[in-house]
Every structure is written in structure tokens, then in C-alpha cells.
T-cell receptor
Framework: DAGITQSPRYKITETGRQVTLMCHQT?????MFWYRQDLGHGLRLIYY???????DKGEVSDGYVVSRSKTENFPLTLESATRSQTSVYFC?????????????FGPGTRLTVT | GNSVTQMEGPVTLSEEAFLTINCTYT??????LFWYVQYPGEGLQLLLK?????DKGSNKGFEATYRKETTSFHLEKGSVQVSDSAVYFC????????????FGDGTTLTVKP
């Protein structure tokens, strides 16, 4: 299927464990993003990537690590999960559309840290 | 920096009622403005957009006009349906390759039959 897929869709983990959330796009969009969605905070940017091997921090990057060895994959790792990282995580890619840039989102991963 | 402020929800309407969700923004330059919709259990989908002042974006009966003088991009629909129940996000994005999007906090709409 074309688009962005995320796995797993649901994950429960314990405090202190390392967790990796996967993101895969079937297009070849250069830019990819990771957001977290929390009640009262909308979407907050964790990390983004302009191309393979080029990544940069967003506004809430502490405790997270990303990599992008291939254009189509953009995994997000929580090095040592904390309860405050319980959230819904969305991956997105971006494409130029006329005069603007549009984002396409994956279905999200609901992560619970106990 | 850039910011987007949406009216707080939740908003509850009866079917066929008129919908307005307010959105105002602060930005440097002339960004594009967007409304995204998120249905339960799904990711965000682009609903409509406008790329310059006085442009009107429209889709599925929803409309929003880019008002530079009031820095607003209010979402409207003349007659809502139960299937419009979702969370709506206003967003802005600079029209540069390196620009990052800024999202509002989202407004939850529930339409009752």
C-alpha cells in the first residue's frame, strides 16, 4: 500500500526499557518528521530529517534518538523510556505541492510506559 | 517564532448546524495555512489549504479564507454531518524547503444526530 506505515500500532513497555518505533514511506519524500500528540499540547515536533543521514532536533527531543540510513525509513528510539513519554507518536513526510509544502501522516503508534 | 491559536473545544453540534472553528496565527513572512482533520484512531489528513492572502481553500463542504489583515484562517461548514465528528487542526508552514510546520492544539468536534 502506498503511503506511510508505522509499527507497532500499540506498545506497552516498562520504565527504563529501550523502545524503537518504526516508520516507512513508499514515496521518496526527502523530509520526514516525528511528532508526539498529547492532550492539551496538540502536535509537538520531536525530530525531523531533511534527507538520508541528515537529522535535526525539534522542540521536545530529549530522551529520543533517530536515524535515517535510507530515505524511506525513519525509526525513532526511546533510549530509556519514562512515564512522561506515554503518548501517541506520529510520523509524517512532506512534499512540495504548488506554492506550499503538504504533510502526510502515518496512522500513529500509541505508546504506554508503565 | 510562529504560533497558531485555535478556539478551545470540545464543540458539540446537531446535524445540519453551521460550524465555525476559529484559528489565528502569528508568523514571520507569508506562510501557507492549512486545516488538517483527524478521525478517531487515524493520523492527520489534509483537509484544505490556502497559500496567500485572500485565497479560499475548500474541500468536502468546508471552507477557510486566508485573512492577512486579521491573521486568521477560520474553518466553516454550512451543514455538518455526524461523519464530520473528528479533531481539526489548524497549521501554518513557511513556503521554504527548510521551514517547519506549526500546529494548533486541535479542536474536537462532535456532531449529534
Amino acid at each position: 500500500d502506498a503511503g506511510i506505515t508505522q509499527s507497532p500500532r500499540y506498545k506497552i513497555t516498562e520504565t527504563g526499557r529501550q523502545v524503537t518505533l518504526m516508520c516507512h514511506q513508499t514515496w521518496s519524500h526527502s523530509y520526514m518528521f516525528w511528532y508526539r500528540q498529547d492532550l492539551g499540547h496538540g502536535l509537538r515536533l520531536i525530530y525531523y530529517s531533511a534527507a538520508a543521514d541528515i537529522t535535526d532536533k525539534g522542540e521536545v527531543s530529549d530522551g529520543y534518538v533517530v536515524s535515517r540510513s535510507k530515505t524511506e525509513n525513519f525509526p525513532l528510539t526511546l533510549e530509556s523510556a519514562t512515564r512522561s513519554q506515554t503518548s501517541v507518536y506520529f510520523c509524517a513526510s512532506r512534499v512540495r505541492a504548488g506554492a506550499s509544502y503538504e504533510q502526510y501522516f502515518g496512522p500513529g503508534t500509541r505508546l504506554t510506559v508503565t | 517564532g510562529n504560533s497558531v491559536t485555535q478556539m478551545e473545544g470540545p464543540v458539540t453540534l446537531s446535524e445540519e448546524a453551521f460550524l465555525t472553528i476559529n484559528c489565528t496565527y502569528t508568523a514571520t513572512g507569508y506562510p501557507s495555512l492549512f486545516w488538517y482533520v483527524q478521525y478517531p484512531g487515524e493520523g492527520l489528513q489534509l483537509l484544505l489549504k490556502a497559500t496567500k492572502a485572500d485565497d479560499k481553500g475548500s474541500n468536502k463542504g468546508f471552507e477557510a479564507t486566508y485573512r492577512k489583515e486579521t491573521t486568521s484562517f477560520h474553518l466553516e461548514k454550512g451543514s455538518v454531518q455526524v461523519s464530520d465528528s473528528a479533531v481539526y487542526f489548524c497549521a501554518l508552514s513557511p513556503n521554504t524547503n527548510a521551514g517547519k510546520s506549526t500546529f494548533g492544539d486541535g479542536t474536537t468536534l462532535t456532531v449529534k444526530p
